[in-house]
C-alpha cells in the first residue's frame, strides 16, 4: 500500500462549479496536512495547511482532514479558469530530527468557461 | 509568502558533462533546503535534504556521488548533477524552511535536459 493515495485525474469541470479533491493516506506518523497548486512547469505554491481533524476555510478554498480514516479534502468553490493546475496533497511528518514532506502523484484540474 | 529562486530555470546540455543548479532564499534564512525531482506527469520525489553547513543527507536511491549537494550558507544551495546523462533529463525543484517553521517554500524549478 502506498503512503499516499491521490487520484490523478484529469478533473475537468465548468466555470462556478465546486472542486473535490481527494488523497487518502496510512501512515499516522504525518502530523500536518497541505495542500499544494503547481501550475505547469512551475514549482509547487503553498495553498493551505492544517495540523487537525476538522475544516479549514480560506477564502474559496476549504480544506478537511478526517484522521480517524486518515481521507484528506481540498473544496474549491465557484471554480474559475485560473484554478486550472495541478493539486498536490502533501503530508509533514518528522523523521530521524527533520522534517519530511511527502507528496501525493497530484490531480490534473482543468476549469472551462 | 517567502520567495525561493533557482537559477538556471532551464539548461540543455551534452551527455556527460556536469550542470550546477542555484537555490536561493531571497528574504529568509533556510536552515533546511530540500532538492526534489518531478519527471512530467509524476508527483515530486525528494532527493535530499540538507543543513545549513553539514552534509546532505540522500534518500535511498539517489546517488549522493552524482547529485553534489552544498549548502554553504544560510540562503544557497546547490546541486551539481556530475556526468549527466539523458535519463537525468527532469525537472528538479529546490524547497526552503526558516528555522523553527514547518512550512517549505518552493522555488519555481529548473528543467533539465540532457541530449
Known amino acids: 500500500q502506498k503512503e499516499v493515495e491521490q487520484d490523478p485525474g484529469p478533473l475537468s469541470v465548468p466555470e462556478g462549479a465546486i472542486v473535490s479533491l481527494n488523497c487518502t493516506y496510512s501512515n499516522s506518523a504525518f502530523q500536518y496536512f497541505m495542500w499544494y497548486r503547481q501550475y505547469s512547469r512551475k514549482g509547487p505554491e503553498l495553498l493551505m495547511y492544517?495540523?487537525?481533524?476538522g475544516n479549514k476555510e480560506d477564502g474559496r478554498f476549504t480544506a478537511q482532514v478526517d484522521k480517524s480514516s486518515k481521507y484528506i479534502s481540498l473544496f474549491i468553490r465557484d471554480s474559475q479558469p485560473s484554478d486550472s493546475a495541478t493539486y498536490l496533497c502533501?503530508?509533514?511528518?518528522?523523521?530521524?530530527?527533520?522534517?519530511?514532506?511527502?507528496f501525493g502523484a497530484g490531480t490534473r484540474l482543468a476549469v472551462h468557461p | 509568502g517567502a520567495v525561493v529562486s533557482q537559477h538556471p530555470s532551464w539548461v540543455i546540455c551534452k551527455s556527460g558533462t556536469s550542470v550546477k543548479i542555484e537555490c536561493r532564499s531571497l528574504d529568509f534564512q533556510a536552515t533546511t533546503m530540500f532538492w526534489y525531482r518531478q519527471f512530467p506527469k509524476q508527483s515530486l520525489m525528494l532527493m535530499a535534504t540538507s543543513n545549513e553547513g553539514s552534509k546532505a543527507t540522500y534518500e535511498q536511491g539517489v546517488e549522493k556521488d552524482k547529485f553534489l549537494i552544498n549548502h554553504a550558507s544560510l540562503t544557497l544551495s546547490t546541486l551539481t548533477v556530475t556526468s549527466a546523462h539523458p535519463e537525468d533529463s527532469s525537472f528538479y525543484i529546490c524547497s526552503a524552511r526558516g528555522r523553527g517553521g514547518e512550512t517549505q517554500y518552493f522555488g519555481p524549478g529548473t528543467r533539465l535536459l540532457v541530449l
Open positions: 502533501a503530508f509533514l511528518m518528522f523523521s530521524g530530527g527533520y522534517n519530511k514532506l511527502i
Open positions: 492544517t495540523y487537525s481533524s
